[in-house]
């Protein structure tokens, strides 16, 4: 089984920057990517930013230029560097993990920005 462990999310003004971890453990075979999504208040789900196995990196439209996500293999953690935060930048931010057809979340960390 494996086990996700978030955080660093947390409350912080507009135009501020936030890091977020997610450290996999477990029964870890082959991540094939490693990402963050997010949710906020009666939206869905979006993707903030994914790395998938030899780096190549996806984000968001509304992300880009101002997140950067990053992956530490020998730790198995995904990092995702959050600078020029707005408050349309609030909701929750979960991890996800795959692991070829198995897809693992984490549990989610609140980011909250303020006007």
């Known amino acids: 089984q494996v086990r996700l462990v978030e955080s660093g999310g947390g409350l912080v003004q507009t135009g501020g920057s936030l890091r977020l971890s997610c450290a996999a453990s477990?029964?870890?075979?082959?991540?094939?990517?490693m990402g963050w999504y997010r949710q906020a208040p009666g939206k869905q789900r979006e993707l903030v930013a994914r790395?998938?196995?030899?780096?190549?990196?996806d984000y968001g439209d509304s992300v880009k230029g101002r997140f950067t996500i990053s992956r530490d293999n020998d730790k198995n953690t995904v990092y995702l560097q959050m600078n020029t935060l707005k408050p349309e930048d609030t909701a929750v931010y979960y991890c996800?993990?795959?692991?070829?057809?198995?897809?693992?979340w984490g549990q989610g960390t609140q980011v909250t920005v303020s006007s």
């Open positions: 996800k993990v795959e692991m070829g057809e198995d897809i693992i």
């Open positions: 477990g029964s870890i075979f082959s991540i094939s990517a």
């Open positions: 790395i998938i196995r030899g780096d190549g990196t």
